[in-house]
């Protein structure tokens, strides 16, 4: 009786984690978790995607960021725009298209100190065929669809 209690506990906290992690990328018209949740820090220090702990959290442009140390979100804190995702953390290719598909933490990649994030790796691999056609593409899609909602596009 006790395990299916505390299964049905442990069904519930994964069923809210679940949701709470299906947000927009980087949605600033509710305070959500940026980047899923991963270490924005992480990606350019150690050169993994590493997961963010709720113990160490920083609030920038309304979004919630987590990290894997203390240290990690001061270095963070210090200097925010540098560690912030291409695009608000969408698809760099789906933007590269003009449209804003959800950023997977896992498919990521680093170019010139910026981090970009795509779909998945199928999409990742598109991108990749032709980095700075897709980059500029993007670059020029970005400030017209930053505003809009994924469904308007």
Known sequence: MKHNKFLAILLMAFSLLQTSTTTFAADT???TVGVHGYDLVAYQTVKTAAPGSGRFTSVYKNVTYLFASE???KVFEENPEKY???YGGYCAYGVSIGKKFDGNPLNWKLIDGKLYLNLD?????LWEKDLATNI??????????????????
């Open 29 to 31: 018209a509710n305070n």
């Open 71 to 73: 240290a990690n979100k």
């Open 84 to 86: 912030l995702p291409a």
């Open 121 to 125: 790796t199928e999409i990742a691999g």
């Open 136 to 153: 500029e593409k993007a670059n020029i899609a970005w400030p017209k669809i930053q505003d809009k909602l994924p469904a308007q596009l």
